[in-house]
Nanobody, 127 residues
Framework: HVQLVESGGGSVQAGGSLRLSCASAILTYSGYCMGWFRQAAGKGREGVAAVDYEGTTNVQFSVKGRFTPSLDNAKNTLYLQMNSLKPEDTAVYYC??????????????????????WGQGTQVTVS
């Protein structure tokens, strides 16, 4: 079982920036995929960005050029740098994890059911 703890959410004006962090007690040395998902009020959970243990990343089209995921294996921490935030980015943001050696399909599809471990979420509000 992998415990994930998100932080860094908050309220920001449109055009501003936030950096989310997802700390994990244990990340296996190799063979896992991680993702950032968000869920706005009344909507389903959507994939925003994903990264594998080697640092390969993918981001959803709507946030491309604004959001950047990164992984610090030494700190067991996943990040999401969010710039040029828009009101439509308002949501609860979750990080997720799945033990898996090959992640290319998961990075491409970013489907919530594919991930087995979830953090508690952090609220991001853009006004």
């Amino acid at each position: 079982h992998v415990q994930l703890v998100e932080s860094g959410g908050g309220s920001v004006q449109a055009g501003g920036s936030l950096r989310l962090s997802c700390a994990s007690a244990i990340l296996t040395y190799s063979g896992y995929c991680m993702g950032w998902f968000r869920q706005a009020a009344g909507k389903g959970r959507e994939g925003v960005a994903a990264v594998d243990y080697e640092g390969t990343t993918n981001v959803q089209f709507s946030v491309k050029g604004r959001f950047t995921p990164s992984l610090d294996n030494a700190k067991n921490t996943l990040y999401l740098q969010m710039n040029s935030l828009k009101p439509e980015d308002t949501a609860v943001y979750y990080c997720a994890y799945v033990l898996r050696r090959y992640c290319s399909d998961y990075l491409r599809s970013m489907q919530a059911p594919d991930f087995t471990e979830w953090g508690q979420g952090t609220q991001v509000t853009v006004s």
